[in-house]
């Protein structure tokens, strides 16, 4: 049986096409520039079985609208730009590929925090405006805690990386008991007892009703000064306003983001006057490596339930739906 394969961004890596022209699917794309609106008229208008999600929104009314919905699969692991809600209320599944961008997003991660803490990019930029700007206030990793917020797999893999340059390393997840994945890596209980801790504050969580502004004007004068925040999650995660203050007051000696809470991030945001903010624009998971595994992971996950087989439970973020699947 041949199946329409509508995937939310203008491309898909070719080691996901593959897998999905060489079943027969017929493949939709989203034009360029498309928006939410642009997802809503086209799974109104053509016969979707399922739906590779990329960045752009995945609405309840796109779901209701296309009777034909019968998958959904993240290219990624980040659901909140997929009305979750609209789809379990059908019983369709949404998917995730969870460990596919694991690496790229723990390498990016590490590398916003050893430019934060030596303030490279600023020196980079004063150097290519004709200024030999010498900053000699960096701050030196060994010794120092990594502590982090969400411990899966981005999170172990940046703790191995910070164990190896002499960091400690703490880690708080709810959804962990406190027996530690790694030797020597204790779990905190909470996160108040987490902060105090966190020379280096890092951010591998998913966004939320219960994260939405977890690192927020509470949290930040709980951390030692001179704390460094790394967030390669969400944005929204951290409360914005918060951020800014605490820069700019010298709470915190820098920030690395990958996310902001608006993406594109809006011209006048103060966040690109700051010069202890380094920023990049949600890439964390973009090397052609983790794109190419995130294809796959999607275009499997998709095929896998169309043809009737189980895909992994644990890769199920509405585990509920999963018992429309006949044994």
């Keep these: 049986m041949s199946y329409t394969i509508f995937i939310t961004a203008p491309s898909l890596h070719a080691d996901g096409v593959a897998i999905l022209e060489n079943a027969g699917c017929r493949l939709i794309y989203l034009e360029k520039g498309g928006d ?5 008229r086209i799974m109104g208008e053509n016969p979707v079985d399922a ?3 990329r960045t752009v929104n995945l609405s309840g009314k796109a779901i209701a609208n296309c009777q034909t919905l019968k998958v959904v699969s993240k290219h990624g692991v ?8 609209a789809a379990t209320a059908r019983n369709i599944p949404v998917f995730v590929t969870p460990g596919a961008n694991a690496q790229s997003v723990a390498e990016m991660a590490l590398g916003l925090l050893l430019a934060s803490a030596r303030r490279i990019a600023w020196m980079d930029q004063e150097i290519k405006s004709g200024r030999w700007s010498r900053a000699q206030d960096g701050v030196e990793l060994q010794g120092r805690t990594l502590a982090l917020v969400g411990f899966g797999q981005i999170g172990q ?8 340059l002499g960091m400690k390393v703490v880690a708080y997840d709810p959804g962990f008991s406190l027996k530690s994945p790694i030797e020597g890596v204790p779990m905190m209980s909470s996160l108040d007892e987490l902060l105090p801790l966190s020379d280096v504050l890092s951010l591998h969580i998913p966004l939320t009703a219960q994260t939405r502004g977890l690192i927020g004007r509470d949290a930040f004068p709980k951390l030692p000064d001179d704390a460094i925040l790394i967030n390669t999650a969400r944005g929204e ?6 951020l800014i203050d605490a820069l700019r007051e010298g709470k915190l000696y820098a920030a690395g983001l990958d996310t902001t809470a608006e993406e594109p991030i809006a011209p006048g945001n103060p966040l690109l006057a700051l010069s202890n ?8 998971g973009s090397t052609p490596a983790a794109l190419a595994a995130m294809a796959r992971g999607a275009a499997d996950n998709v ?3 169309l043809s009737g087989a189980r895909p992994p439970q644990s890769a199920c973020v509405n585990p509920a739906t999963m018992q429309s699947i006949k044994e």
């Design 36 to 40: 939410e609106a642009a997802v809503d």
């Design 51 to 53: 739906v590779i999600s």
């Design 78 to 85: 980040g659901v909140s730009n997929i009305d979750v809600a």
């Design 157 to 164: 893999r940046l703790a191995w990386a910070c164990l190896a």
């Design 237 to 242: 995660v951290v409360d914005e306003a918060a």
């Design 277 to 284: 903010v380094v920023l990049t624009p949600h890439v964390g």
């Design 303 to 305: 095929l896998g339930f």
